[in-house]
Every structure is written in C-alpha cells, then in structure tokens.
C-alpha cells in the first residue's frame, strides 16, 4: 500500500504568526494532529504537532502569546506519495516523530500520520480498545 492511499487529505496550512491557541483550535476544528506552518518570508515549510502545543503549554508558556513559528519543526523530513507504507514508517521510526507532510510537484497535498499506517495495516481493528490490545 502506498501513503497515497493512507495519507490524509486535509491539510491545515497556517503562518507562522498564528498563536498557538489559534493552531490549536484549527487542529481540533478539523479533528487533525498537525499543521503545515507556510513562512512567506523564508518560502519554507515546516509543521506543528500537537505535542509541540503540549510541551510549550506544559512549560508554561502562554499560548495566547506563543506563536507558531517559535514552535515549528522546520528540519522536516517529506514523503511522496508513491512511498510504500513501509518506507513512510521507516522515516518516522528514524526520524521519532510520527507525522510526515506528503509532497508532490505542486506542495503539500497530504498529510500521513502513524495512526493513519496502524489503521491501513489493522483494518477493522482502529478503535481505542483494539490499539490498547
């Protein structure tokens, strides 16, 4: 199977001086676990996780205050999405993190997670009970 078939094609694309609430609410908005940060300025792509919202929120940072460019991976590591699953899970294990923005000739058209792998790879068995089995 190919992250073609498994990535997530809602793509939240943010600047980099949303506020990390503001990201945040988008995120859970569209019930996603990322967002590609687009910086005009640098023409660059990075991402926000929502464990980089929760480890600034837990180091006390305001995230009314806290933008999302301080908060950005930019060193990111893209898939094609002719990549095989195993390919994309490879660069994930690697690189320890567990999202990967998905590029083709045009920019970002998808967004593949760990759980969207588990889930290709564990049909009929993604609810939380079967991932905790």
């Given at each position: 199977m190919?992250?073609?078939?498994?990535?997530?094609?809602?793509?939240?694309?943010?600047?980099?001086?949303?506020?990390?609430?503001?990201?945040?609410?988008?995120?859970s908005?569209?019930?996603?676990g990322?967002?590609?940060?687009f910086?005009?300025?640098?023409?660059?792509?990075?991402?926000?996780?929502?464990?980089?919202?929760l480890?600034?929120?837990?180091?006390?940072l305001?995230?009314?205050?806290?933008?999302?460019?301080?908060?950005?991976?930019?060193?990111?590591?893209?898939?094609?999405?002719?990549?095989?699953?195993?390919?994309?899970?490879?660069?994930?294990?690697?690189?320890?993190?567990?999202?990967?923005?998905?590029?083709?000739?045009?920019?970002?058209?998808?967004?593949?997670?760990?759980?969207?792998?588990?889930?290709?790879?564990?049909?009929?068995?993604?609810?939380?009970?079967?991932?905790?089995?």
């Amino acid at each position: 199977m190919l992250v073609r078939d498994a990535m997530s094609t809602v793509v939240l694309t943010i600047g980099p001086a949303h506020t990390l609430r503001q990201a945040a609410c988008l995120m859970s908005a569209r019930r996603i676990g990322a967002a590609v940060v687009f910086d005009p300025d640098t023409c660059g792509l990075g991402i926000l996780t929502e464990r980089d919202i929760l480890n600034a929120v837990g180091a006390d940072l305001d995230p009314d205050r806290e933008v999302a460019g301080a908060h950005t991976t930019t060193d990111v590591v893209f898939a094609s999405p002719s990549w095989t699953l195993e390919e994309a899970a490879l660069a994930m294990s690697n690189g320890g993190f567990r999202h990967l923005i998905v590029l083709d000739g045009e920019g970002p058209v998808g967004v593949v997670s760990v759980r969207d792998i588990i889930r290709c790879w564990a049909p009929g068995r993604v609810g939380a009970a079967a991932l905790a089995s």
